[in-house]
């Protein structure tokens, strides 16, 4: 049956003006396909557009005022209650724009001066680049893919730790590989963690979008010890598709941490915008039903992801998160694929160089697009397949 969401032509979303669709070129005389960047097609909410619409109408452009910021809190809290069974003190919810500074925030009051950053790879891309740009030295970590899962190397992240490294960044569910991590993997990560009195920033920015019987898990909640080392940071951009409006959740877990990130967080939080504020709270109370449409929707461009039968590109169907991981080694391409597969199919995907040193050889699809916009991209990539070079 068809959806209102097939409707969403490459013509629409081109003139649309998003930065997803706003790669110049072409391929083969066909208009390049959008799908790097995690953004999603799909129009917003209707209660998020009702609460961007009253801002304006509202002059409510001022700044934050401390009873909205509480009820931003209150519904983030009662959705991950609802979701994710833990719906921490709203008091421990506290406002920033976005991940990153919820990161860059973390690393510098939370952790040891100077201390290396332990990172799982691939990994989204900026962070990669940001631990440098705040003086801060990077260890990747590349995670092992054993029968077609990308997994966490606890081994390699005891030796980063004993090496002195002070934070992990966890991110789940994972971007780009689409894992959602178990409870016993994140029990042992916890382990690990705790045995080196170090710290861990999870990243559960993507934690509403799980599919199939993927159930996201918080990992502040995997035990005591996780919660005493645990900055969790989210946010309603990814799953209600909002980035621009530069609005995120930091989530405490201890008290301790509570107390300084009063003493400490201004100017983390200060960035974050007003109309952000009241979209967030529209999208975590009242856009619960748009999300689930598009969570069923997903499901089906999964699938249709999943009987393509791309010969040579080893798929990853995400259990969480829209993005997929196609891993093109097989195809012994001299040049990034990425680039094969934007000249070639004229989709443009994320490299998974940009992922570090693990994904090389790989790419990150986007597949939040129309299903028939879907349909016409794995076609392209199939197509372009059979001019890919024999490999060596
Ligand atoms: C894993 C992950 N973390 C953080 C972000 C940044 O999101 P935002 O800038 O909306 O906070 C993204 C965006 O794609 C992401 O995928």
Redesign the pocket.
Known sequence: MAHRFDDLTAERMRAGGSWKWSTPGDSHGRGLIGAF??EMDYPVAPAVSDAVRWSADASAFGYLPDDWAADMASACSAFWGDRFSWAPDPAWVRPV????TAFTATVRHFTRPGSAILLPTPA?M?FLTVPGMIDRPLVQVPMPLRGGRFELDLDAIDRGFADGAGLLVL?NPH?PTGRVFDADELAALAEVVDRHGARVFS?E??APLTFGTARHRPYATTSDAAAAHTVT?T?A??AWN??GLKC?QVILSNAADAEHWTATGYLAEHGTATPGVLASTAAYRDGRDWLDEVLAYLEGNRALLAAAGLPGIEVTVPDG?Y?AWLDARGLGLDEPPSAFFTREAGVVMTDGAACGEAGRGGMRLNLAMSRPVLAESLARIGEALSRAPAPR
């Open positions: 960047v995690a724009p976005d991940v990153l989204y900026p991110t971007n990243d920015i993507h940071a946010s951009s990814k909002l980035p995120g998160t993005l």
